[in-house]
């Protein structure tokens, strides 16, 4: 991750900000630099992935009507569709990234020592390998 974050003397003061502010919560410096790392990895990979679509499909709110059409007359999964709630682009962002970063602080709980969440992250299956 720091190969792709932070770039740049910009990137660094970010990152900087950003480890000092969870440093300042109680986090020890490591965590706080896996978790603004981890932080920025999602969302710069939401950002690229949904760049990268709008880039390679053309007509891609066309597509993205007739899959939520699609599923709203599936008889598995129409019900649960039609009851989530819409969102626009930035909106959905928005909650998933939240989502990420509630998570990420849930495994991560201030004073919890890195190597702890790594091994906690590894258990499950879903840590590093």
């Given at each position: 991750m720091q190969t792709l974050f932070p770039r740049g003397e910009a990137g660094q003061r970010l990152m900087v900000s950003e480890v000092?502010?969870?440093?300042?919560?109680?986090?020890?410096?490591d965590v706080a630099v896996a978790l603004a790392s981890a932080v920025a990895s999602a969302a710069i990979n939401f950002a690229v992935a949904e760049e990268a679509q709008l880039e390679r499909?053309?007509?891609?709110r066309q597509q993205r009507d007739d899959v939520a059409e699609r599923l709203s007359t599936d008889e598995?999964?129409?019900e649960a569709h039609r009851d989530?709630?819409?969102f626009d682009h930035e909106g959905f962002s928005t909650i998933v990234l939240t989502a990420?970063?509630?998570?990420?602080?849930?495994?991560?709980?201030v004073?919890?020592?890195?190597?702890?969440?790594?091994?906690?992250l590894g258990s499950t299956g879903m840590g590093l390998r």
């Open positions: 000092e502010a969870l440093v300042r919560r109680g986090y020890t410096p499909i053309s007509g891609l598995r999964l129409g989530l709630p819409e990420t970063i509630r998570g990420l602080l849930a495994v991560g709980p004073g919890r020592p890195l190597h702890e969440v790594v091994a906690d």
